[in-house]
Structures are given as C-alpha cells and as structure tokens.
C-alpha cells in the first residue's frame, strides 16, 4: 500500500524560505517519477518540480524556476522541497504525488496514481 504524508507548510513573510518534506512508503521511490503539486484558492493544480526515476533529472516550472529544488534522500524515502525566495503567489496547498512503474515525469495530474494529504503554504508581505 503506497502512502506519501507531507510536511512542513507554514506561514512565512514574503523572501523566506520552507523546506517541505514527504515521507513515502510502500515502493521504491528510487524507481519512481516523484512531483510536487500545488493548488492556489480558485486555481486548477499545478505542477511545479519534479525528479525523474534514478532521481539523477529533474525539471521546474518556470514560476519556480531558481527558486525551488526537488531533491530525495533515498536512505529515509523522503522527497523534499526546498522553496527560497517565496513571493504571495506561492500561496497554495502542495501536493506530492508519486508515478510509479518507471516512467518519466509529466505534468499530468492523471499520469500519477498516488497523492499526499496536502500541506498549506501561506506567504504573506
């Protein structure tokens, strides 16, 4: 049974910094097209980082882009998210969502069979 449980949301200040984490169980996460997701209040959700299996690739939406870093740390089957630089319009519910079977990353929303709980992120000036 895959289960991934996010952490780490919060409120902050517009410039700071959140590190979220999902904790994955359930597969191999080094086999697995991991992303993080995130839906804005009356917004459709929307990929924002995401790491290939093998975990070596890894890609950005452009609103996020030099901002934000996907990393995973294979020994703890943890996915991070680490977001610097926050600005208001990251203001959203982040999701991680696992595609497992070894297939490349996509945008997506139905290419991924397993979904976190959701983490709030709130950015304030």
């Known amino acids: 049974h895959v289960q991934l449980v996010e952490s780490g949301g919060g409120s902050v200040l517009s410039g700071g910094s959140l590190r979220l984490s999902c904790a994955a169980s359930?597969?191999?996460?080094?086999?697995?097209?991991m992303g993080w997701f995130r839906q804005a209040p009356g917004k459709e959700r929307e990929g924002i980082a995401f790491?290939?299996?093998?975990?070596?690739?890894?890609h950005y939406a452009g609103s996020v882009t030099g901002r934000f870093t996907i990393s995973q740390d294979n020994a703890k089957n943890t996915l991070y998210l680490q977001m610097n630089s926050l600005k208001p319009e990251d203001t959203a519910v982040y999701y991680c969502a696992a595609r497992p079977g070894g297939y490349g990353c996509t945008t997506k929303l139905v290419d991924y069979t397993d979904w976190g709980q959701g983490t709030q992120v709130t950015v304030s000036t």
């Open positions: 790491l290939h299996p093998g975990g070596g690739l890894t």
């Open positions: 359930g597969f191999t996460s080094f086999s697995t097209c």
